[in-house]
C-alpha cells in the first residue's frame, strides 16, 4: 500500500518554464488537496477536490491549475514559473468521513 | 477568517525534561483539531484528532488535550526519537455554513529539539 505518491521530489525550473506535479492515491479517498509549505509560514491550501471532476481553489489559487479526471489522479499544473512559487508542495487524501490526512512526502520546487 | 496560531516557535529540552506545546485558535465551525508530526524532507504524520473540548487522546510519550479556545500536545519525558516539528491544524467546512467535512487550517508549527 504506497498511500500518496508524488513526483518529482525535486525540480528546478527557470522562470517562465511550466510544469506538472504529479500526485497519486491508491487507498480509494474522495478528498484530495494541494499544499505549499514555506519556511514559518504554515501548510497553506492551494486547491482541493471533493471526487473526481469537482475541483476548487484553496487560499492560495494564483499561478496553479488542477484537473481531478480520476480518483487516483490529482496533478497540479503550474504555467509560467515565478520566483514567489518557489516552496515544498504537498499532496494529501482523505476520506471524507473525519479523521486525518494523508500526505505525499513532497516536491521541492526552486524557480530561479 | 481562520486562524490557528502555535508557540513556542521553537523548543529545547533535556531528554526526560517534560514540556508542553501550546495550538491557539479562532474559527467558526471547528470540526476537529488535528496535531501532526512532520520530520526534516517528509510530508507530516497524521498524530491525533480532537473533536470536542475536554478530550484527551494519548500516545506513547504524546498526549493532546483540548479546550474552546486551545490545544495543548504534552510531552512526557521525551527522547530525541521525538524531534520534529509539530504541527497544529484546525478542521473547518469548505463554505460557510457547509455541511462538507472541510479543510484543514495549519498553524507555523513548533520545532522541538531534544538533546540526549
Known amino acids: 500500500n504506497a498511500g500518496v505518491t508524488q513526483t518529482p521530489k525535486f525540480r528546478i525550473l527557470k522562470i517562465g518554464q511550466s510544469m506538472t506535479l504529479q500526485c497519486t492515491q491508491d487507498?480509494?479517498?474522495?478528498?484530495m488537496y494541494w499544499y505549499r509549505q514555506d519556511p514559518g509560514m504554515g501548510l497553506k491550501l492551494i486547491y482541493y477536490s471533493v471526487g473526481a471532476g469537482i475541483t476548487d481553489k484553496g487560499e492560495v489559487p494564483n499561478g496553479y491549475n488542477v484537473s481531478r479526471s480520476t480518483t487516483e489522479d490529482f496533478p497540479l499544473r503550474l504555467e509560467l514559473a515565478a520566483p514567489s512559487q518557489t516552496s515544498v508542495y504537498f499532496c494529501?487524501?482523505?476520506w471524507g468521513g473525519g479523521g486525518g490526512y494523508t500526505f505525499g512526502s513532497g516536491t521541492r520546487l526552486t524557480v530561479v | 477568517e481562520d486562524q490557528v496560531t502555535q508557540s513556542p516557535e521553537a523548543l529545547r529540552l533535556q531528554e526526560g525534561e517534560s514540556s508542553s506545546l501550546n495550538c491557539s485558535y479562532t474559527?467558526?465551525?471547528?470540526?476537529?483539531l488535528f496535531w501532526y508530526r512532520q520530520d526534516p524532507g517528509k510530508g507530516p504524520e497524521f498524530l491525533f484528532t480532537l473533536y470536542s473540548a475536554g478530550e484527551e487522546k494519548e500516545k506513547e510519550r504524546l498526549k493532546a488535550t483540548l479546550t474552546k479556545k486551545e490545544s495543548f500536545l504534552h510531552i512526557t519525558a521525551p527522547k530525541p526519537e521525538d524531534s520534529a516539528t509539530y504541527l497544529c491544524?484546525?478542521?473547518?467546512?469548505?463554505?460557510?455554513?457547509?455541511?462538507?467535512?472541510?479543510?484543514?487550517?495549519f498553524g507555523q508549527g513548533t520545532i522541538l529539539t531534544v538533546h540526549p
Open positions: 474559527v467558526s465551525g471547528l470540526r476537529g
Open positions: 494529501a487524501s482523505s
Open positions: 487507498m480509494n479517498h474522495n478528498y
Open positions: 491544524a484546525v478542521r473547518t467546512p469548505l463554505e460557510a455554513g457547509g455541511t462538507s467535512y472541510g479543510k484543514l487550517t
